[in-house]
């Protein structure tokens, strides 16, 4: 037993699981989580930037590339290095996201830029949680 749990926890600090995990985040519960995000996050048609980034479309798109909204460093360096956001790193993400951002600058060899913190401090610690508005933002974004 202690060996899957070890090897779970890898796998989610790798995010090497397979979007079968996140397949069972539920949209409807997750438009009730993502109430709590409503305070700096838009989506839907009429949505606009507010204290943080639109997030129609944010599955599939290149961290750091709304138009019109000012990024933190740390954001903006993760884009440019490639950063794409998909259902496993956005579930990542919204765990703790500024360790996130510098851990994938560091694994990309940018270590260098991997400073500073990036303005969303919110973390979103419950698994279901995270699962359940990915779901919520998947119905946001187009199929690609």
């Not at 930037?49 to 993760?78: C, D, W």
């Not at 851990?103 to 270590?111: I, P």
Request: aromatic letters at 10%; hydrophobic letters at 40%; proline letters at 5%.
């Amino acid at each position: 037993m202690r060996f899957v749990v070890v090897g779970l926890a890898g796998a989610l600090a790798l995010g090497s699981f397979g979007s079968s995990v996140l397949a069972q985040g539920n949209a409807e519960d997750g438009e009730a989580v993502f109430r709590r995000c409503l305070t700096c996050h838009k989506v839907g048609p009429d949505a606009k930037n507010a204290v943080g980034p639109v997030l129609n479309g944010v599955i599939g798109r290149q961290a750091g590339t709304v138009p019109e909204f000012s990024y933190s460093p740390l954001n903006k360096a993760a884009g440019e290095n490639g950063l794409v956001w998909t259902e496993e790193l956005i579930f990542e993400y919204l765990a703790d996201p500024a360790p996130f951002l510098k851990k994938f600058l560091a694994s990309k060899g940018k270590e260098d830029l991997a400073t500073g913190t990036t303005r969303m401090v919110f973390k979103l610690a419950d698994e279901t949680d995270r699962r359940d508005v990915i779901a919520y933002l998947k119905t946001f974004s187009p199929a690609k």
